[in-house]
C-alpha cells in the first residue's frame, strides 16, 4: 500500500481498515528512526540580535571570527543526535552559502575574506560525525521583497530553464554535458529564483537528507504565490531520499514547545494530492488529527509524522541575555519523552553565538541530556525477560527475579503502518496483576514515566483496540536519577512573576520583554485589591493576597499544581499582554486518568478584541518609564473537567512566544466550580 490512500464515503470499520494500509515511505521510515534532531538557528540575526530580520541588514555585519561548525557537531553527536538541521536561509533572506542569485550572503561579509561558506562547512563536519543534513530554505524572503524585489512583484509566471546560468557559470559545461541535470519550468520571477537556490543547495552539497519548508509569512502585503508542486518535482528528482517538512513528507505538530499529543496519529486526512496542491485537511494545532471522524475531513488518508520543535533556549537565535535561561538537562529528557515518546521526531534548536560557536551553557545542558539519556535508555531490562509471548493481542514478558522499573517503552513496526488505538500496561506485583499504565497511539515510540518504581516478575501489554494486525517491541527501564516532579501545593507556591505595580515605581513589572505591568491604581478604582474575589464565568476566583512589585503570577512553564476535588470546570484567571502559541496543559485524577486540554490565545493588550469582551478592562496599564494610555484587560478560560474524577494536579502549558524575551502571559488565580473542592483546592487562587 502506498503512503495515500483515498477515503470513500465508507462505513467506520472499512475508514479504519483503509487507514490500516497505509504505510511509510522508504524516506519516511529512515527519517522517523532518526528521531533526534537538532537545530542550528543562526544568521544575520545572530549579530542583529534579532529573532526576525528586516531583510535590510548589512552583510558585513556577519563576522563569526572564531566559527568551527566541527565543534557544534562534535557536541551534538556526542549527545546522541542522529540529524542537524541549517537555517541557510531564514526569512531576513541572508544566505550562509555564497548563491549565485544574489548578493545578500556571506560572500559579501568579512568573514573568511567573503570566501566561507556555512553551508558547506557544516554538511562536511555532519557527514564526518555520521548525522544525516537538512538544510532550512525560507520561502518567505525579506531581502526579496524590499530589495532585490522578486517576491511579490507581480510578475508574469513564463518558460526558463533551472538552473538559470549566470555570467561566468562555473556548472556551464557539467550541464552542457549532462552531468547536471536541467529543468524546463514555468515559473514567475520569485518561484524562478526559489527553485534555482533550491538546485544550488541540493547539487552543491548533496547528498541532503531533508528540506525543511517553514510556513511563517512575515509580510502579508506582499503576497506571493508559492509554485510548491514545482519545488516537490525538483526536489524528488534531485534528492529521492530526501524528506520535505512542510511538504508531502512530514509536518509541525503544532507548538514549539517541544511537546506532542498523547493522541499522536502518523496517518492523517489530505484534501488531495501531497505531492501537489493537497494539504493536511485539519488546523495543525487541533487536538484530534487522526480519529476516524478526523479522517472524514479529507479526501485521503496520508503518511503525515509529526516533528516537534523547540529552541534550548526562549529565543531561536542566540541572544548574550538567555545565557541564564538555557533549558537543564533535566527538561530536554521530559521534552525529549513527550516527543520521541509520542511519535515525532524531537528538534532541538541549539544556536551558535556570535563567534560560532555553542555557547558553554548550551553545550552543558546537551552533554547532560545525552549523558542522561544513554543511562537511562541504554540498558533495556526487557532483554534479561526468560520468556518473552505475543498472542492474539497480548504480550508477555517473564523473568526469573523481580525487576526494577519506572519507565515502559512501547514500540510498533510502522513498516507495517500504524494500527494501535488503544492499550494497557499489566505488572504482577506480589502475585497480583495491576494496571500501571494506559495509553492511546503507540505509532513508532511511546515512552510511559511510571509515577514510582514499579518490582515486577511479569509485565504484559494488551491492545484493546487496533486498526489491523501490529506487532509490538516493549522494553523496560528504570532512570535511577529520577527525583520525581516538582509539585507546587498552590499557584501560590509557584509565583514566579511581578504583574501589579504602583503608578510611581513600575519598574518591578515582568509582562514581556517590555516589562509591562497592571497598575495597582485602576484596579482599585474596581475594586480589586490583594486578596479580593473576582467573579467571571460562573467562577470566584480570589485576586493574589500580595503588595504591588512582589511576584503575584505564575509565567505557564510546565509547571504542576496540586489539586483537590471534583469539578466540571476549572477556571484560569489570567492577562496576556501580547500574542502567543496556543499551549496544551494537562489535569491529572486520582484513579491515574490524564485529559490534555489547549489554552486558547487570548487578544493582546493594544489590539481589538477577537474573542468577546475581557473580564476586567482597565484604561491603562504600566510600562517601565510609566503609565501607557494602552489599556490593558484581564481574562478569564474555563477549562472542561470531569466531574465524576477526583482532580489531583493541574499541569500548566508551555507558552511559546513569537519573540526572544519572557512569555507575555501571566497565570493569576485558579478556581473550580464545584462545591465538592477542597478548602485547600480552592485555596490555591490566594
Known amino acids: 500500500m502506498n503512503s495515500t490512500t483515498p477515503v470513500q464515503p465508507v462505513s467506520d470499520r472499512d475508514l479504519r481498515a483503509a487507514a490500516s494500509m497505509v504505510r511509510p515511505s522508504a524516506r519516511q521510515l529512515a527519517w522517523q528512526q532518526r528521531d533526534l534532531s537538532a537545530f542550528i538557528h543562526f544568521g544575520i540575526n545572530t549579530f542583529t540580535d534579532l529573532e526576525w530580520g528586516t531583510g535590510t541588514e548589512d552583510p558585513t555585519l556577519f563576522d563569526p571570527a572564531a566559527l568551527d561548525a566541527s565543534q557544534w557537531v562534535e557536541h551534538l553527536a556526542a549527545a546522541g543526535f542522529k540529524a ?43 557527514r564526518q560525525h555520521g548525522l544525516a543534513v537538512g538544510l532550512y530554505l525560507s520561502p518567505a524572503d525579506l531581502h526579496q521583497i524590499h530589495i532585490d524585489r522578486r517576491y511579490g512583484n507581480g ?47 541540493l547539487t552543491d552539497y548533496g ?70 496542491t493537497g494539504e493536511l485537511a485539519l488546523d495543525h494545532q487541533a ?3 487522526g480519529s476516524v471522524e478526523s479522517l472524514r475531513r479529507g479526501v485521503r488518508c496520508h503518511w503525515y509524522p509529526a516533528e516537534s520543535d523547540v529552541s534550548i533556549r526562549p529565543g531561536w537565535f542566540y541572544h548574550a541575555s538567555q545565557d541564564n535561561s538555557v533549558k537543564s538537562s533535566q527538561q530536554l529528557l521530559e521534552l525529549y519523552e513527550h516527543s ?10 541549539v544556536p551558535p553565538n556570535r563567534d560560532g560557536l555553542l555557547a558553554a551553557p548550551d553545550v552543558d545542558s546537551i552533554r547532560g541530556f545525552g549523558e542522561r539519556l544513554a543511562r537511562v535508555y541504554g540498558d533495556d531490562l526487557a532483554s534479561r525477560a526468560h520468556s518473552w509471548h505475543q498472542r492474539d493481542s497480548s504480550t508477555t514478558l517473564g523473568f526469573s527475579a523481580d525487576q526494577s522499573f519506572n519507565l515502559v517503552v512501547l514500540r510498533e513496526d510502522i513498516a507495517n503502518g500504524q494500527q494501535v488505538e488503544q492499550f494497557d500496561v499489566y505488572a504482577d506485583i506480589n502475585g497480583t496483576l495491576t494496571t500501571i499504565a494506559s495509553g492511546t497511539t503507540i505509532g513508532h515510540c511511546r515512552i510511559l514515566r511510571l509515577p514510582s518504581i514499579i518490582e515486577a516478575r511479569r509485565v504484559e501489554v494488551r491492545v484493546t483496540s487496533a486498526r489491523g494486525p501490529h506487532l509490538l517491541a516493549v522494553s523496560l527501564h528504570r532512570d535511577h536519577d529520577a527525583a520525581g516532579p516538582i ?24 509582562l514581556g520583554p517590555q516589562r509591562l505591568s497592571l497598575s495597582a ?12 474575589a473576582v467573579n467571571a464565568l460562573g467562577f470566584t476566583f480570589r485576586w493574589p493576597a500580595v503588595s504591588p512589585g512582589a511576584p503575584d503570577a505564575v509565567r505557564p512553564n510546565g509547571q504542576r499544581i496540586s ?76 477549562v472542561p473537567a470531569d466531574a465524576s474524577r477526583t482532580l489531583t494536579e493541574l499541569v500548566l502549558p508551555t507558552i511559546s512566544v513569537p519573540h526572544a524575551g519572557p512569555p507575555g502571559v501571566h497565570l493569576l488565580a485558579i478556581a473550580l466550580d464545584s462545591a465538592d473542592a477542597a478548602t485547600d483546592g480552592f485555596s490555591q487562587t490566594g
Not at 557539467?174 to 529564483?193: C, H, K, M, T
Not at 513528507?249 to 496517518?267: H, L, P, Y
Not at 509539585?487 to 515582568?510: H, I, K
Not at 501580547?578 to 496543559?585: I, L, N, S
Request: hydrophobic content about 40%; some cysteine.
Open 563 to 638: 489539586l483537590s476535588g471534583r469539578a466540571a470546570r476549572v477556571g484560569l484567571l489570567l492577562v496576556a499582554s501580547e500574542p502567543f502559541t496556543d499551549g496544551y496543559g494537562m489535569l491529572t485524577y486520582d484513579d491515574g486518568n490524564v485529559e490534555e486540554f489547549r489554552l486558547p490565545s487570548v487578544s493582546p493588550w493594544g489590539t481589538a478584541r477577537q474573542d468577546g469582551a475581557p473580564v476586567i478592562e482597565l484604561p491603562y496599564h504600566n510600562t517601565q518609564t510609566g503609565p501607557s494610555d494602552t489599556p490593558a484587560w484581564i481574562d478569564a478560560i474555563a
Open 84 to 126: 542537524v538541521i541549517l537555517t541557510a536561509k531564514h526569512h531576513d533572506g541572508f544566505c550562509l552559502w555564497p548563491t549565485r542569485y544574489t548578493r545578500h550572503s556571506v560572500a559579501s561579509s568579512p568573514w573568511r575574506s567573503g570566501s566561507g561558506d556555512v553551508v558547506g562547512e557544516l554538511v562536511a563536519a555532519a
Open 487 to 510: 509539585v507546587f501545593p498552590t499557584l501560590e507556591a509557584a509565583f514566579d512573576a511581578v504583574t501589579v505595580t504602583n503608578d510611581n515605581d513600575p519598574r518591578r513589572g515582568e
Open 287 to 289: 487536538v484530534d488529527l
Open 340 to 349: 520521541v515518546g509520542r511519535n515525532t521526531v524531537f528538534l532541538l534548536n
Open 207 to 276: 547528498p541532503i537528507d531533508e528540506i525543511w519548508l517553514d510556513g511563517a509569512n512575515p509580510d502579508s502585503s506582499h503576497p506571493q504565490t508559492y509554485d510548491r508542486a514545482a519545488w516537490y518535482q525538483l526536489i524528488r528528482a534531485l534528492a529521492p531520499d530526501a524528506v520535505i517538512f512542510g511538504g508531502p513528507d512530514a509536518r509541525w505538530v503544532g507548538n514549539e514547545v517541544g511537546i506532542a499529543r498523547t493522541t499522536e496519529w502518523s496517518v492523517v486526512p489530505f484534501t488531495g494530492d501531497p505531492e501537489g
Open 521 to 532: 491604581q485602576t484596579l482599585t478604582d474596581v475594586g480589586i485589591t490583594p486578596g479580593a
Open 155 to 201: 510578475s508574469a509566471p513564463a518558460w526558463c530553464t533551472i538552473p538559470t546560468l549566470v555570467e561566468d557559470d562555473d556548472r556551464a559545461g557539467r550541464v552542457a554535458g549532462g552531468e547536471l541535470p536541467s529543468f524546463d519550468v514555468i515559473a514567475d520571477d520569485y518561484n524562478r529564483f526559489y527553485l534555482n537556490q533550491l538546485y544550488e543547495v
